[in-house]
């Protein structure tokens, strides 16, 4: 009778492992799928019916793309105002939820700033960024966005903008793939200029040269290509 009783257990407790992990398998393909589709899908998607976030790193890099796609990509700046609000609203939930999950990871941090910046919340969105920064200032793709991020904020916020921008090109020009993106914000943004200049005074000859060819390259790409 207990062998029994044990073994109708362990067959109670397999079933319940396996819908569970069915279950959480079904929320991360989901989640995943809402990456891959194009902005304004994942605006909608957002915006009618966010999915709940799941239990794996995979699942919240997903969900967390879709907010940057749908806030801070092209989409964002022709999308009307209460349509982004409400989608701002509904991934500073997510970014919150997932921050206090993994309270070192710097992209639910960066998606926070945009966010919150969206809905107006200039200083938690300040706040978000800077802590966006320090949990992952090497991360260049990361970085990347957040240089995006703080070009839009040199009007409204120059102080706070030169900040953030002096922190994140400084990291991005020691790197190859860095120097190539800072060469074409170089080359798009005048504004930026003498920062990125004054950046460049750190570097070895060698790379500062590099950098100069990057850039000219980035200003005349079909003149660059007999070269």
């Not at 970085?143 to 953030?164: C, H």
């Amino acid at each position: 009778m207990l062998f029994r009783s044990l073994t109708l257990l362990c067959a109670i407790a397999a079933a319940s492992l396996g819908w569970l992990s069915a279950a959480l398998a079904v929320d991360e393909i989901a989640l995943a799928r809402v990456s891959t589709l194009p902005d304004y899908d994942s605006f909608r998607l957002l915006k009618e019916s966010p999915p709940e976030r799941a239990m794996s790193i995979r699942a919240d890099r997903a969900i967390l793309t879709a907010c940057d796609d749908a806030l801070g990509g092209r989409l964002g700046s022709v999308l009307p105002s209460e349509a982004l609000t409400e989608v701002a609203s509904k991934c500073t939930d997510i970014g919150r939820q997932i921050s206090q999950a993994a309270p070192t990871w710097a992209f639910p941090a960066f998606v926070s700033a945009v966010s919150a910046y969206h809905l107006g919340d200039r200083e938690t969105a300040f706040a978000d960024l800077r802590q966006s920064r320090r949990f992952g200032p090497y991360e260049s793709w990361l970085a990347e966005r957040r240089v995006g991020f703080a070009l839009q904020l040199l009007e409204e916020a120059p102080d706070f903008a030169r900040e953030a921008l002096n922190a994140d090109i400084a990291a991005l020009l020691e790197s190859r793939l860095g120097r190539i993106y800072v060469a074409s914000i170089y080359v798009r943004s005048p504004d930026v200029r003498p920062l990125i200049l004054a950046q460049l005074e750190s570097l070895e000859p060698d790379l500062k040269r590099e950098f100069l060819f990057r850039a000219r390259q980035a200003a005349n790409p079909l003149d660059m290509r007999n070269e």
